[in-house]
């Protein structure tokens, strides 16, 4: 294999070494043809037909058309010089031709879909850009759906990705970099900040991490996430994903960095904060009352889903005197006969619960919700005629999962499911007290915790009452300055 050499002047030589390279590769079409005086100058093309599907332009006819006279016919007057000077002056085309000088380059050009042109006697080699891939269409999010606001999302296309994004940003201030893998993949990734916005510190440290992904094989920007953040044993996510150019556009004027990776729909968003997984971009569309009202359910919900079977299992085993009478009679009524204790009975549905989830997931669009939902009401009622669990443990369970589905971002909400079960073990064992300890030991790691090297918790520790306006409530869009926009 003739790697990191440059191209050979003699057309044979060139030939045999794209076959030893691409071997045992059906899908690769090697064409050869002559030009000149009694057609005595060789040259070939070659390319992968699976790349390049519809090639509808004839590139060997466009790279001599214009060094000729006429529009058809074999091209006798032109000799190789005439090509050579041509295209080494970047003369003007029909199409635009990219020099290529080393054989690896040209390797690279063929398998990333160019057309690659090699002449006789001239070591270098023309490609053309046709790769011609059938690719998704722009369609609405399928995970950030929103009754209010735009419904494009990025599909599988980094340049096309890109210019949604541009479309929305018309400003010389965003500035995207390039750069590829080096390992199997050659995967390209694509990073975009709004210079005078985004803080330097942070963009100089996110470029210095992104040297552990230069030499990764990467192909998805879930890859990037787990390079590049502070920690990775912790369960709290320190990046946010999208799949909405509004919300990548909001981020940027916000100076977040934005991350793209070629073959992958989603956006990773640095640094990503803790309030933020909290905020859905229909926030910034509906009216300022409704929005913040709706924010706040969603905190609620997220200490329901966190910390309700917790509760559940502290108040019945070590605080009964803390429920109500009535209730705490109907609770030890449903609870009677029932062979395990409370935390054992928690940890069995929960585990239904996500057995359920999980199915729902996996099984194909049309069936997976109806299995979910009649998966649930079937075990659930099985469940309390067999007496392993009672009535109230049902519904503790299943207002966990309701309010774990009303977070707006799918990563804080496998957080809670991680950190359920520590949290039930000390319910279990200290009750109350066992809860308080736990949370001591969480706010602890999440005051120490950086994304990028940014306070976690920021704005609320440290504190900057400036930007609480826009943490547990949404601020009336007129007291909104355009720099500190979503």
């Known amino acids: 294999m003739a790697e990191h050499t440059k191209i050979s002047d003699n057309i044979t030589e060139n030939q045999k070494n794209i076959k030893e390279t691409l071997s045992n590769c059906h899908d690769l079409l090697i064409y050869s043809w002559q030009y000149g005086p009694g057609l005595k100058y060789h040259a070939f093309s070659v390319y992968l037909g699976t790349l390049v599907q519809n090639k509808q332009t004839n590139y060997m006819k466009e790279s001599m058309q214009d060094l000729v006279s006429h529009k058809v016919g074999p091209a006798t007057e032109m000799t190789v010089e005439d090509v050579i000077n041509f295209f080494s002056h970047h003369g003007v085309s029909d199409q635009n031709a990219l020099l290529v000088e080393r054989f690896d380059d040209a390797v690279t050009k063929i398998l990333s879909g160019h057309i690659v042109i090699f002449f006789d006697e001239w070591e270098k080699a023309l490609a053309y850009n046709d790769l011609s891939v059938n690719k998704r269409q722009v369609t609405e999010p399928a995970t950030e759906s929103v009754v209010k606001g735009p419904r494009e999302s990025t599909i599988e296309q980094l340049d096309l990705n890109i210019g949604l994004l541009r479309v929305r940003l018309q400003n010389p201030r965003f500035k995207i970099e390039k750069l590829k893998t080096g390992g199997e993949t050659k995967t390209e990734i694509a990073f975009g900040y709004l210079e005078g916005t985004v803080d330097q510190e942070t963009l100089a440290e996110f470029k210095r991490r992104l040297n552990y992904v230069k030499e990764s094989e990467i192909l998805e920007t879930g890859y990037i996430e787990q390079l590049i953040e502070d920690s990775s044993a912790s369960p709290f996510p320190q990046y946010r994903y999208t799949e909405r150019p509004d919300v990548a556009v909001a981020a940027l004027l916000q100076g977040k960095i934005v991350v793209l990776v070629q073959g992958t729909g989603s956006i990773l968003i640095c640094p990503g904060l803790f309030t ?47 429920i109500p009478t009535n209730l705490l009679m109907a609770i030890i009524d449903t609870r009677e ?67 774990s589905f009303s977070i707006p971002q799918y990563d804080i909400a496998i957080a809670i499911r991680i950190l359920q079960l520590p949290m039930m073990i000390f319910a279990a064992i200290l009750g109350g007290f066992g809860i308080m300890i736990f949370f001591l030991i969480l706010f602890l790691h999440l005051v120490n915790l950086r994304s990028l090297g940014q306070p976690y918790l920021s704005p609320l520790a440290p504190l900057r009452p400036k930007q609480l306006l826009d943490v547990f409530i949404r601020r009336p869009q007129k007291w909104m300055s355009s720099s500190n926009q979503k």
């Open 337 to 403: 006969g029932l062979p395990l204790p409370a935390f054992f009975e928690a940890l069995l549905m929960v585990f239904f619960f996500e057995l359920l989830r999980e199915a729902g997931i996996r099984l194909p669009q049309p069936i997976g919700s109806a299995i979910s939902i009649v998966g649930g009401l079937i075990i659930g009622d099985a469940a309390i005629t067999a007496n392993i669990t009672s009535p109230m443990m049902v519904i503790v369970v299943a207002v966990t999962g309701i309010a």
């Open 276 to 322: 933020e997984f909290f905020q859905s971009s229909e926030d910034y569309y509906q009216r300022s009352m409704f929005s913040s009202l709706v924010r706040i359910m969603r905190i609620i919900s997220f200490y329901i889903a966190f910390t309700l079977p917790s509760l559940y299992i502290a108040l019945t085993t070590f605080h009964s005197e803390l």
